[in-house]
């Protein structure tokens, strides 16, 4: 078959209850969705594996979980609230609003501002376009009781999760007596006020970030770069994506953020119907050269080339001290930041595939990593009138659940019990029928290939766990 688009997988999700459009007895919420019953597990096993692999699986990452909302100092010195803009353009004719970068082609620079060549309008076709214009795309917020009257008390729902690591890299280098190289890691919620948010979701205002921040020396900052590119490119393929849906993207020169020395993208093929080849790829994470603008921008000793400091705001100097030489500076940082639900969207595209059975009958399966799975094992009586067997059936449930996430359905036929869970991904079906009564074995069904085993119940458990990790 061919891929699946966009489309296919919310419909899949919505019937399936991976994701909810949020608001939805009231019409919605452009851009927001909830996580059901099986996406907030497919959610969090993506965290799990990545923490799992970035904190436990290594000697030289410490996890962080910062606040939400920040002083706004933090994102002035930063420089999210001057830099931190879409450029926006509109079709004169139709009057609709696009990102400039998404409808034209960045061609110069004129007064500190981008020039873009725009193509013909995708909503009308007309060929006339204002000037792009900049828009802050942070989400604005005001603190105390009295803030409605007070300019002081404006504040901002962060818009990534990265400042809260640099602002917290004296607090983690003391406590957990660190030395160079070594991260910081979190997973937080982060909030864009996008113009343009949609394509389910893989652009939204609400998003939860994966993000790692490296301190190297420098000097050291090239090398440790490309092994994390390589490093994150090899996880993803790892969780169960495939290498021919991923590719790396050198952002050019016109592209870097102003603080990147070089920056590469890991893509994802999120859209498989354009016939546009190049227009089928689009960001699944970045992982940025940094360099040391960061802690020097939050630190209270830089200085510019005329002497004046600049951060007069700061408390602290986040340099770091050399033992070995001596030295006092300012670490570079390599920055690999992913997306979750990016992630979750590549994996249920990734692995959507269709099969027919003997009946002529087209079914779906979820062929998710088994990592990834939100359920495990699905345990099934052939006849759920017969007591013996619900007994069995559901005892069998709960000596499992203390191993892996395992269910008990009895709500259908067991042919539509086997295609329900084929669709949310489960790798293992346990029937239990009449002969097992008798013989105090079960039928264990593999999602993929729809072969059957009968399995002791005895071993039952051990039998599980090795067909999970092999």
């Given amino acids: ?36 019953p099986m996406g907030i597990e497919l959610y969090n096993n ?8 970035m904190v436990y699986e290594r000697d030289d990452i410490e996890g962080l979980d910062s606040s939400i909302i920040l002083n706004r100092l933090v994102w002035k010195y930063s420089g999210h609230e001057e830099t931190f803009h879409d450029w926006l353009a509109d079709c004169r004719k139709c009057k609709n609003r696009f990102r400039a970068d998404k409808v034209g082609k960045l061609v110069s620079e004129k007064d500190g501002k981008p020039v873009f060549e725009f193509g013909d309008c995708p909503s009308c076709g007309s060929h006339d376009w204002t000037e792009a214009r900049a828009f802050n795309t942070m989400l604005r917020t005001k603190l105390g009781a009295v803030a ?53 979701i ?82 699944l994470m970045g992982i940025a050269n ?19 400091r600049l951060n007069p705001d700061s408390t602290e100097d986040l340099s770091y001290f050399d033992e070995q030489t001596k030295q006092r500076f300012y670490p570079y940082v390599i920055e690999p930041a992913a997306g979750v639900n990016r992630t979750v969207l590549a994996l249920l595209m990734d692995a959507y595939s269709e099969k027919t059975n003997d009946k002529g009958e ?9 990592s990834m799975a939100p359920i495990k094992v699905a345990v099934l009586p052939l006849a759920k009138n017969k007591p013996e067997i619900v007994g069995m059936a559901k005892a069998l449930k709960r000596s499992l659940q203390p191993v892996v996430r395992a269910v008990y359905d009895d709500t259908g036929g067991i042919g539509k019990l086997y295609a329900r869970q084929d669709e949310i991904g489960t790798p293992f079906c346990v029937t239990v029928d009449h002969q097992s009564l008798e013989d105090e074995a079960v039928t264990v069904r593999d999602r993929d290939t729809w072969e059957q085993e009968r399995v002791k119940v005895s071993d039952l458990t051990v039998y599980i766990k090795e067909r999970l990790t092999s």
């Fill in 1 to 36: 078959m061919s891929a699946p688009n966009i489309e296919t997988i919310v419909s899949l999700a919505k019937r399936r209850g991976f994701v909810y459009p949020s608001s939805e007895i009231y019409g919605g919420l452009g851009s927001a969705w909830d996580y059901g």
């Fill in 290 to 308: 940094r360099t040391d603008f960061d802690l020097k921008t939050h630190s209270k000793k830089p200085e510019d080339a005329e002497g004046k």
């Fill in 362 to 370: 087209t079914r779906v399966i979820l062929k998710l990593h088994h």
């Fill in 148 to 200: 409605d009257d007070d300019p002081a008390a404006l504040a901002y729902l962060r818009p990534e999760t990265a400042q809260g690591i640099f602002i917290n890299f004296l607090n983690v280098l003391v406590t957990s007596r660190r030395k160079l190289p070594f991260g910081i890691a979190q997973i937080g919620k982060s909030f864009r006020n996008e113009v343009t948010p949609g394509n389910f």
């Fill in 46 to 53: 993506v965290k799990q594996a990545w923490w799992r692999w």
């Fill in 202 to 283: 893989f652009r939204t205002r609400e998003f939860e970030q994966m993000e790692m921040e490296y301190f190297v020396k420098p000097g050291e900052d090239e090398a440790a770069h490309q092994e994390w590119i390589d490093a994150f490119h090899t996880w993803f393929q790892g969780i169960g994506i495939s290498s021919a849906n991923l590719r790396l993207y050198e952002q050019p020169k016109e592209e870097l953020a102003h603080y990147a020395k070089r920056t590469v993208d890991i893509q994802y093929r999120f859209f498989p119907e354009r016939e546009d080849e190049e227009r089928q790829w689009d960001e």
